[in-house]
């Protein structure tokens, strides 16, 4: 099976840097999705890693570390737009994402 | 081009009736899949089509629940006598393939249902 963990809710404040963390556990893994979803809509693609280090896109940065089912998003400079919820997903044998509980992200001035 | 669709966007039913909700995902895909989201919690998996192959099924809940997906196109997911529990918004997403390593999702808006 697949186990995803990342903090329910963060907060931080427009400008500022916040990085969301995702822990997993599964028994295969083929790769690891970040997507944004906005409060009644649907999720959108942010990032996909499916080695280790860094995959930078604008604002946004996402790490793997695959020996310790470790990974985050950096969201820099940030606006009040950033205020979603961020879901980490992973890839296993079958190919069919698992997604996390989603992180939800509150932007104040 | 179009994205994913899903129609109704919003439906509110009586417990016990039957509902069905449908998916038109992009064209071209092969892969598409249906979720279902609670309230503050993760997509939960449901069923997954790819191709011609027989269906992963392994996210259903219950018999109650039943898809299909007609010409490898449109999909249909029907769920039969409602229970309250059974209210969530149900997403559709599709990809351009289902294997391979990278296979990003395109999601639809989702259709809320209500069940009283």
């Known amino acids: 099976g697949q186990n995803i963990d990342q903090p329910t809710e963060m907060t931080a404040t427009e400008g500022a840097i916040v990085q969301i963390n995702c822990t997993y556990q599964t028994s295969g893994f083929n790769g690891l999705f970040w997507y944004q979803q906005h409060a009644g809509e649907a999720p959108t693609f942010l990032s996909y890693?499916?080695?280790?280090g860094l995959e930078e896109k604008g604002r946004f940065s996402s790490f793997l570390s695959r020996s310790k089912g470790y990974s985050y998003l950096l969201l820099k400079e940030l606006q009040m737009k950033d205020s979603a919820s961020y879901l980490c997903a992973i890839t296993g044998g079958s190919y069919i994402p698992t997604f996390g509980r989603g992180t939800s992200l509150i932007v104040h001035p | 081009g179009a994205g994913v669709s899903q129609s109704p966007s919003n439906k509110v039913t009586e417990k016990g009736k039957d509902v069905e909700l449908r998916c038109d995902p992009i064209s071209g895909h092969t892969a598409l899949y249906w979720y279902r989201q609670s309230l503050g919690q993760g997509l939960e998996f449901l069923i997954y089509f790819q191709g011609n192959s027989a269906p992963d099924k392994s996210g259903l809940p219950s018999d109650r629940f039943s898809a299909e997906r007609t010409g490898g196109s449109v999909s249909t997911l029907t769920i039969q006598r409602t229970q309250q529990e059974d209210s969530a918004v149900y997403l559709c997403a599709s990809s351009s393939t289902g294997t391979g390593a990278y296979n990003e999702q395109f999601f639809g808006p989702g259709t809320r249902l209500t069940v009283l």
């Open positions: 890693n499916v080695l280790d």
